[in-house]
């Protein structure tokens, strides 16, 4: 039997490659090896009335690389590059633009592109050369100029521009532009495409209104140029993601075997779709995805052998996913990375004792989407010359100009107070009055602390949860005249003090808001709940839930009301909380809106707070922000270590290092004290800490035991001495741009600034040598240059 087996198998593979030498290609049907997820759903001959216009499916999937039966590759065998294996011809030839920098060649049959650099004769391609033995069908997927999904009642299924020989694709040259006409005949879906050039490279674009839906297909999704620069396992280089403070997934030969890359929501997931915030998810509970930073940039990167593009995404950005995917999926051999552009996007509801079923959004997300592939090379094609690049977009393009006379300062939290459920009735938990706010900034100024920004939280009526988005001073506190004392006291004392404010996610129980006017809803037209979630196995606790406020009611019901009153505190900024890391839809059928909605109202409600009241601080930072905040508090310092990823990179602070003054995550919460010492100093981030009036203990059984080390008597003279410490170094690299990141050895790290600066940071337990400096284990050395 054994014997058989073997002589089986070997036939098995011999016929497998005889298929793939005739040019045919066997992929198993799903269907062969389990049942459906959703077996007990509703069957496919089932019919489902629809919900305003909503399509319904049984099933879906919304991975970047979804291979369908329809699409047959090769995924036995991976091709192996031998360094004299011949590659495909460059079949971009013909001219179609040109201005002072490059020119522009398309391929007339799939319309596919190369870009050549005019001075230097660098060539960038759109569908880049590949092995001679790759198979026709994977040719076909690399050279399509676009990639496109949809549904047409019953899962996603993907396409691209070459597969079907039905499927048409025309050019025109207008003016300064190339209009791609493709006409997916089969899917009844066509739109236009267009190139343009730019002073930095290929501006591509993707009008809204070309689009038209003629069959029953319906549009999720389009991805184009997905190519773009991609490269071969034996390429020299890396894929930039933005993940967290940016992450490397660099290019190598011989790796893992991933069924999937990076694929992830720019600005993070959408609170307002259950699935893309749980793993896991049943008609009460929920269990929220692993841990992991979010995208706050509109960019993505690769650079191979000296030539590099940073793909900077501004139409559509707000409802758009980053995708990085490693050589082997898809049986093909190459690194790529590349925008995808949502229009419509899905979610699962609960009705009765079905289960589990998913639906679509009916309706497109409006809006024109637009994507510019600045082009580098040589010392630029790099993560570092991709962070200039991105630097110098957000100060020519976007308006984006340093904060004036920067200086080195303690971010200093305090925590008000918080209400805890008793048997019968509350107790609000004094955690730091006024008057103690007024006591621990005079300590920290007597043990060295010069330079203070005051961040005062929980300090409404109700404390933390209390009465959002409604903002009045808690009298347990001190009411208003002690807020009007410490006010005082902070502007003689020489300190900026901000409130925060929490205008987006009141808690339920004492949120001062219509339900009904207010609350933003899922696609079931349930008024939407999130929870807080146990950290142990990330389950929701159904005791703590919150809403979310339609984002025009934010700005315009509560935002605009409320504003005077911080002038007339005479506070010197609000910390608009939730605002630079979180935005979201709306499915409530009176007034669906998409993201693009809450980013325009965040900015909206930024501008009018900074203009009256003088100063704005958030949380994260997501691009939308810059150039309206003063400070980005705990801005994002890591990746999120995914398998296929290498090493994270402070790709956030080359692009904010001088322009906007950042902070770290408070020194009294660290999980490794001497670790997220050293990243803020190779970061550049400046020092945080919250504390409070009160012992930790007294938070016990209320929801912010998240606080479990702030009594301001342990800390103020940890805080001082590192304060002290770092004071000289951030002194000296103020208000600079960091120009260079680099590692030097194995952990060792060297961040260099504008001025020369340079700051060298060990994380190995041994010292070390660098340039006849030596740097003690576990520390860090710098000098001016």
Same mark, same amino acid.
């Given at each position: 039997?054994?014997q058989?087996?073997?002589q089986?198998?070997k036939?098995?593979?011999i016929?497998l490659?005889v298929?793939m030498?005739l040019?045919q290609?066997i992929?198993p049907?799903a269907?062969?090896?389990?049942p459906?997820?959703n077996?007990e ?8 009335e629809p919900?305003?216009n909503?399509v319904v499916?049984?099933e879906?999937?919304?991975?970047a690389e ?9 995924d ?5 590059l031998d ?5 495909s011809k460059v079949t971009a030839?013909?001219e179609?633009?040109? /201005?002072?920098?490059? !020119?522009?060649y ?5 319309? @596919?592109?190369r +870009? ?7 060539e960038?391609l759109?569908?880049p050369?590949?092995?001679?033995s790759?198979?026709p069908?994977n040719?076909?997927f690399i050279?399509?100029p676009l ?14 521009s ?11 040259v207008l003016?300064d532009q190339?209009?791609l006409?493709i006409?997916f005949?089969a899917?009844?879906i066509?739109l236009?495409?267009?190139?343009a050039?730019?002073d930095?490279?290929?501006v591509v674009?993707i009008p ?5 839906e003629t069959g /029953?297909?319906?549009l !999720?999704s389009?991805e184009p140029?997905p190519?773009? @620069?991609?490269? +071969?396992e ?11 403070s940016?992450?490397l997934l660099?290019?190598?030969?011989i790796h ?10 720019i600005y993070g ?6 699935s893309?915030t749980n793993?896991m998810?049943?008609d009460t509970?929920?269990r ?5 930073e979010s995208i ?6 690769i650079?191979?052998?000296g030539v590099?593009?940073?793909?900077i995404v501004?139409?559509?950005?707000y409802?758009a996913?980053i ?11 190459m ?6 552009f949502?229009?419509?996007k899905n979610?699962v509801i609960?009705?009765g004792?079905?289960g589990q079923?998913?639906y679509?959004q009916g309706q497109?997300i409006?809006g024109n989407?637009?994507?510019e ?5 040589a010392?630029d094609a ?8 991105y630097r ?8 984006v ?10 971010s200093l939290e305090l925590f008000?107070?918080i209400?805890r459920e008793?048997?019968?009735g509350?107790t609000?938990?004094k955690?730091?009055t ?7 900034i005079s ?6 602390v ?6 005062y ?11 959002q ?9 001190g009411?208003k005249?002690g807020l009007?004392?410490l006010?005082d006291?902070t502007?003689?004392?020489n300190v900026?003090l901000?409130?925060?404010a929490?205008?987006?996610?009141p808690?339920?129980?004492t ?6 006017k207010d609350?933003i809803r899922?696609?079931?037209r349930e008024?939407l709940?999130?929870t807080l979630?146990w950290p142990s196995?990330?389950?929701?606790r159904?005791?703590y839930?919150?809403h979310?406020i339609k984002?025009d ?10 504003v005077s009153d911080?002038?007339?505190?005479g506070v ?7 605002m630079?890391?979180?935005?979201y839809s709306d499915?409530d059928?009176?007034?669906?809106t998409d ?5 325009q109202?965040?900015?909206d409600?930024l501008?009018l707070?900074?203009?009256q009241v003088?100063?704005t601080a958030?949380?994260?930072?997501n ?9 980005i508090d705990d ?6 270590e995914?398998?296929?990823t290498?090493t994270?990179v ?12 950042y902070?770290?995550s408070p020194?009294?919460?660290r999980?490794?004290a001497?670790?997220?010492?050293l990243?803020?100093?190779e970061?550049g ?8 009036g009160e012992?930790s203990?007294?938070?016990h059984?209320?929801a912010?035991?998240?606080l479990?080390?702030s009594y ?5 003279s940890?805080v001082a001495d590192?304060?002290k ?6 002194n000296?690299?103020?208000g600079?741009?960091m120009?260079n990141?680099?590692?030097i ?5 060297r961040?260099?600034?504008a001025?020369g600066?340079?700051?060298i940071?060990?994380y ?7 340039d ?5 284990g576990?520390n860090?050395?710098w000098s001016k240059g």
């Amino acid at each position: 039997m054994k014997q058989r087996t073997i002589q089986w198998k070997k036939l098995v593979s011999i016929l497998l490659l005889v298929m793939m030498l005739l040019g045919q290609q066997i992929i198993p049907s799903a269907s062969s090896f389990a049942p459906s997820a959703n077996a007990e759903q509703l069957s496919s001959e089932e019919v489902v009335e629809p919900v305003d216009n909503e399509v319904v499916i049984e099933e879906t999937t919304s991975e970047a690389e979804t291979v369908e039966a329809t699409d047959p590759v090769v995924d036995s065998i991976d091709p192996v590059l031998d360094g004299a294996e011949e590659l495909s011809k460059v079949t971009a030839i013909k001219e179609v633009l040109s /201005n002072s920098k490059f !020119t522009l060649y398309i391929d007339e049959k799939t319309g @596919n592109v190369r +870009l050549v650099n005019k001075a230097t004769g660098t060539e960038w391609l759109g569908s880049p050369q590949t092995p001679s033995s790759l198979p026709p069908n994977n040719k076909k997927f690399i050279d399509s100029p676009l990639h496109l999904r949809y549904t047409v009642g019953s899962d996603i299924t993907s396409t691209y521009s070459l597969k079907d020989a039905t499927t048409t694709t025309t050019y025109t040259v207008l003016n300064d532009q190339v209009v791609l006409d493709i006409n997916f005949v089969a899917e009844g879906i066509s739109l236009q495409m267009i190139y343009a050039l730019s002073d930095r490279g290929l501006v591509v674009q993707i009008p809204f209104e070309s689009i038209k839906e003629t069959g /029953n297909a319906r549009l !999720t999704s389009l991805e184009p140029l997905p190519f773009m @620069n991609g490269a +071969l396992e034996s390429d020299k280089g890396a894929i930039f993601l933005p993940d967290g403070s940016g992450s490397l997934l660099e290019f190598r030969a011989i790796h893992e075997t991933y069924l999937k890359g990076y694929s992830e929501y720019i600005y993070g997931n959408d609170a307002t779709f259950r699935s893309q915030t749980n793993d896991m998810l049943a008609d009460t509970y929920t269990r929220r995805n692993t841990p992991r930073e979010s995208i706050a940039l509109p960019v993505f990167g690769i650079y191979r052998n000296g030539v590099g593009t940073l793909a900077i995404v501004s139409d559509g950005q707000y409802e758009a996913k980053i995708n990085g995917t490693p050589a082997g999926i898809r049986a093909i051999p190459m690194y790529r990375s590349s925008v995808e552009f949502m229009y419509r996007k899905n979610d699962v509801i609960f009705i009765g004792n079905s289960g589990q079923i998913p639906y679509f959004q009916g309706q497109m997300i409006a809006g024109n989407r637009k994507v510019e592939f600045v082009l580098l090379e040589a010392e630029d094609a790099n993560y570092v010359g991709m962070a200039n690049a991105y630097r110098d977009y957000l100060i020519k393009d976007q308006g984006v100009t340093p904060i004036a006379d920067q200086k080195p300062s303690l971010s200093l939290e305090l925590f008000g107070g918080i209400e805890r459920e008793e048997i019968i009735g509350d107790t609000f938990i004094k955690m730091t009055t006024f008057q103690q706010a007024e006591q621990i900034i005079s300590d920290l100024q007597q043990a060295g602390v010069t330079n203070i920004d005051a961040t005062y939280d929980g300090w409404t009526k109700g404390g933390l949860y209390g009465t959002q988005p409604s903002h009045k001073v808690a009298k347990q506190l001190g009411g208003k005249k002690g807020l009007e004392s410490l006010v005082d006291f902070t502007k003689e004392a020489n300190v900026a003090l901000y409130l925060r404010a929490n205008y987006v996610k009141p808690f339920e129980s004492t949120g001062k808001y219509s339900e009904r006017k207010d609350g933003i809803r899922g696609m079931d037209r349930e008024l939407l709940e999130l929870t807080l979630y146990w950290p142990s196995d990330r389950w929701s606790r159904s005791s703590y839930s919150f809403h979310l406020i339609k984002p025009d009611r934010v700005l315009n019901q509560y935002v605009k009301d409320q504003v005077s009153d911080y002038v007339n505190y005479g506070v010197d900024g609000v910390q608009m909380q939730y605002m630079g890391e979180m935005i979201y839809s709306d499915e409530d059928k009176e007034s669906i809106t998409d993201r693009s909605v809450a980013a325009q109202a965040w900015i909206d409600s930024l501008t009018l707070m900074k203009e009256q009241v003088g100063s704005t601080a958030v949380d994260y930072g997501n691009a939308y922000t810059f150039g309206l905040v003063d400070r980005i508090d705990d801005a994002p310092l890591y990746a999120s270590e995914y398998t296929y990823t290498d090493t994270a990179v402070p790709f956030y602070q080359l692009v904010l290092h001088g322009l906007i003054p950042y902070y770290a995550s408070p020194i009294n919460l660290r999980e490794d004290a001497q670790v997220e010492w050293l990243k803020a100093i190779e970061y550049g981030a400046l020092p945080t800490a919250e504390l409070t009036g009160e012992k930790s203990s007294n938070l016990h059984r209320t929801a912010e035991t998240r606080l479990y080390s702030s009594y301001a008597a342990d800390w103020i003279s940890i805080v001082a001495d590192e304060y002290k410490d770092l004071e000289p170094l951030y002194n000296a690299i103020a208000g600079e741009q960091m120009v260079n990141h680099e590692q030097i050895e194995d952990r060792v790290f060297r961040t260099t600034y504008a001025s020369g600066v340079e700051v060298i940071v060990n994380y190995n337990s041994d010292a070390t040598t660098i340039d006849g400096v030596s740097v003690e284990g576990m520390n860090y050395t710098w000098s001016k240059g």
